[in-house]
T-cell receptor, first 119, second 110 residues
Framework: GAGVSQSPSNKVTEKGKDVELRCDPI?????LYWYRQSLGQGLEFLIY????????KSGLPSDRFSAERTGGSVSTLTIQRTQQEDSAVYLC?????????????????FGEGSWLTVV | GNSVTQMEGPVTLSEEAFLTINCTYT??????LFWYVQYPGEGLQLLLK?????DKGSNKGFEATYRKETTSFHLEKGSVQVSDSAVYFC?????????FGTGTRLQVFP
């Protein structure tokens, strides 16, 4: 497709269950990001993939969160043993390249998000 | 660390009013600055950006100027429309990542 595609668009899960959220980036984009948008808060960076480099996991809030990117394209964000505070919109984004040279701004395109509700 | 501070909303305006949404930032180096917009029921979209000091980003009648001396990137529009009602996020680049403000909701009434 033309944009970043995420699935599922909505997910309700019971506390303690594991969930997987999928992201299909724009074709040809080598950089992929996951962000989280919680109610009443801004967007929080979670993890970043660039090509075959080791991902930047500095934003993952706990070891219950993990993500992988297979074949340099599709990515899956996994949340184990979900808690109610994990309820949020999980946004995936991609860009043509992740690095910045002399401050050049790289346009990042976002998907519509996966709404996760933990009950 | 780097951060972005936006004015709290909601901002409520009548159609054709002048809009300013304040954004200031704290950063080392020379980040690029962005405004993203999230319309009701839609995903986050890039509205405009500026990559160096004194640059002006503009799109859809919105403008923002990268002010290094005041570390600001205020969003302005001369005459808002009901269709501009949305949440607006200011952001800066930190390496390959974006650091976002908390967002400002704009409500425009006819």
């Amino acid at each position: 497709g033309a944009g970043v595609s995420q699935s599922p668009s909505n997910k309700v899960t019971e506390k303690g269950k594991d969930v997987e959220l999928r992201c299909d980036p724009i074709s040809g984009h080598t950089a992929l990001y996951w962000y989280r948008q919680s109610l009443g808060q801004g967007l929080e960076f979670l993890i970043y993939f660039q090509g075959n480099s080791a991902p930047d996991k500095s934003g993952l809030p706990s070891d219950r969160f993990s993500a992988e990117r297979t074949g340099g394209s599709v990515s899956t964000l996994t949340i184990q043993r979900t808690q109610q505070e994990d309820s949020a919109v999980y946004l995936c984004a991609s860009s043509t390249r992740g690095g910045h040279s002399t401050g050049f701004g790289n346009t990042i395109y976002f998907g519509e998000g996966s709404w996760l509700t933990v009950v | 660390g780097n951060s972005v501070t936006q004015m709290e909303g909601p901002v409520t305006l009548s159609e054709e009013a002048f809009l300013t949404i304040n954004c200031t930032y704290t950063a080392t180096g020379y980040p690029s600055l962005f405004w993203y917009v999230q319309y009701p029921g839609e995903g986050l979209q890039l509205l405009l950006k500026a990559t160096k000091a004194d640059d002006k980003g503009s799109n859809k009648g919105f403008e923002a100027t990268y002010r290094k001396e005041t570390t600001s990137f205020h969003l302005e529009k001369g005459s808002v429309q009901v269709s501009d009602s949305a949440v607006y996020f200011c952001a800066l680049s930190e390496g390959p990542k974006l650091i976002f403000g908390t967002g400002t909701r704009l409500q425009v009434f006819p």
